[in-house]
């Protein structure tokens, strides 16, 4: 049985602190996010460990709830819809990297 592991993670986009709390509240969020940030590319450092920690446990999750006899409104099969959702999920590794570097990295909170 694979292994799936559930993260979630909540890094805000603009930290802004109330006066009365200060700069210290403000370098501990920022501390724990890349903290957080060195956790998931430690856990997931490239497209292979994507692939076996997220791609094919989703794939294997997803498929049985599928019946083959299921149509959707535009015209997919089941088979199809579980044919596609694995496409897309082997091809998401560059979407997920880009997204997540940008979040820790470039567009989120060091930024600020």
């Not at 292979?48 to 099969?77: D, E, N, W």
């Amino acid at each position: 049985m694979p292994i799936v592991s559930h993260v979630q993670l909540m890094v805000p986009m603009s930290v802004t602190a109330p006066e009365r709390v200060g700069d210290k509240w403000v370098e501990g969020l920022q501390k724990e996010a890349g903290r957080m940030d060195q956790i998931r590319k430690a856990q997931i450092p490239d497209e292979a460990a994507f692939q076996a920690r997220i791609a094919r446990p989703s794939h294997q999750g997803f498929s049985p709830m599928v019946k083959p006899t299921f149509y959707t409104r535009g015209g997919l099969s089941g088979d199809e819809v579980v044919i596609n959702q694995q496409a897309n999920i082997e091809q998401a590794y560059e979407k997920y990297r880009a997204g997540l570097d940008y979040m820790f990295c470039y567009g989120g909170w060091r930024d600020r």
